[in-house]
């Protein structure tokens, strides 16, 4: 079992930066994969960015270059680096992990079986 819990987020002008972080529990999160996935209003959950147990990253087109995911396994957290947020970076963020290994997965967030609440994170203009 993992839990998940994320903080960080809030209301930031367009431009501006906000990292969030994701605590997690559980003897198995230094061999998950950890990602975060936002959900807009009215959208669907779409994946940002994973991290495998190694350090390897996995990045949505739309966040390259400006958001960076690092995990701690001694602290178990993982965190979201957000720089140069745009409007439509404006989502509920949520932590996810799952026991998944094979790179082409990451993306996929239908393969993470466990989930934060979520944390809001709003970009105005």
């Known amino acids: 079992q993992v839990q998940l819990v994320e903080s960080g987020g809030g209301l930031v002008q367009a431009g501006g930066a906000l990292r969030l972080s994701c605590a997690a529990s559980g003897r198995t999160f230094r061999s998950y994969a950890m990602a975060w996935v936002r959900q807009a209003p009215g959208k669907e959950r779409e994946f940002v960015a994973a991290?495998?147990?190694?350090?390897?990253?996995y990045y949505a087109d739309s966040v390259k270059g400006r958001f960076t995911i690092s995990r701690d396994n001694a602290k178990n957290t993982v965190n979201l680096q957000m720089n140069s947020l745009k409007p439509e970076d404006t989502a509920v963020y949520f932590c996810?992990?799952?026991?998944?290994?094979?790179?082409?997965?990451?993306?996929?967030?239908?393969?993470?079986?466990?989930w934060g609440q979520g944390t809001q994170v709003t970009v105005s203009s």
């Open positions: 996810a992990a799952a026991p998944i290994f094979a790179y082409s997965d990451y993306p996929n967030r239908h393969k993470y079986n466990y």
């Open positions: 991290i495998n147990w190694n350090g390897s990253t």
